[in-house]
């Protein structure tokens, strides 16, 4: 089965130095039917403006995933973690029992445009980690690359939930599947771009929820982005 949500159905709010769109209910947009997919509780489409950010604020018992897309956002917290996350560069904060932290455009000239993610964990109460890798853009391209698992292969972020997190960049003649285990069910994020997905033709924005699916295919790309959430 498949459901498909356009872009200009998600919740939005601009706050001026933040626009932002909510694929799941989120602050003060709230949908009923809208609170998640499975463990997946948050897609935020977030456009910092230059200069500006989130002051330091609180998080515990969730799984935190930042995907930058253009720009860069500088992330300090309260483990002692500061670094700059750029395009190409996943970051993964696990809250567990909890954690303090800030995240500002380091840019003075330029916006920020970034994914943030949170994923429900399949436990609470553990310490509070941090983790960041670098995914080049070649290892992305015309592929689905693995970027976070509940056991951090292929040198993807270390998740605590039964889920696997990918990416990928199509253009052209560039495709890609992916087999599904029996009893999964998927959720697609376009970041950015058009792309055919199981013959649904998506624009950036747009999330397509699949259940009951056994396979997944990806063609007829134009610069797009592609996140795909394989779920319990």
Do not use: C
């Not at 799941?24 to 463990?39: L, T, V």
């Amino acid at each position: 089965m498949q459901e498909l949500r356009k872009s200009n159905e998600r919740g939005h709010a601009n706050h001026g130095w933040l626009d932002s769109y909510h694929s799941f209910s989120f602050a003060s947009y709230h949908d009923p039917a809208q609170m998640g997919f499975g463990p997946l509780r948050v897609i935020n489409d977030d456009t910092i403006s230059a200069g500006a950010g989130f002051g330091t604020h609180g998080h515990r018992d969730m799984e935190i995933i930042t995907y930058v897309l253009s720009g860069a956002i500088e992330h300090k917290d309260s483990m002692g973690n500061g670094s700059v996350i750029r395009p190409g560069d996943v970051q993964r904060m696990s809250a567990g029992t909890g954690i303090q932290h800030s995240e500002f455009n380091p840019l003075s000239d330029s916006a920020t445009h970034m994914l943030q993610i949170w994923i429900q964990p399949n436990a609470t109460n553990f310490p509070p980690s941090y983790e960041e890798k670098n995914i080049p853009a070649a290892d992305k391209r015309g592929r689905l690359r693995l970027i976070a698992s509940p056991d951090g292969a292929d040198g993807s972020v270390k998740i605590h939930q039964d889920a696997k997190l990918y990416a990928g960049l199509f253009d052209a003649d560039e495709q890609a599947s992916l087999s599904l285990a029996d009893k999964r069910q998927v959720y697609i994020h376009l970041a950015r771009g058009t792309l055919t997905v199981n013959g649904l033709v998506l624009q950036a924005g747009d999330g397509l929820k699949l259940t009951h699916e056994t396979q997944i295919s990806m063609r007829d790309g134009t610069q797009a982005e592609v996140l795909l959430f394989d779920l319990p």
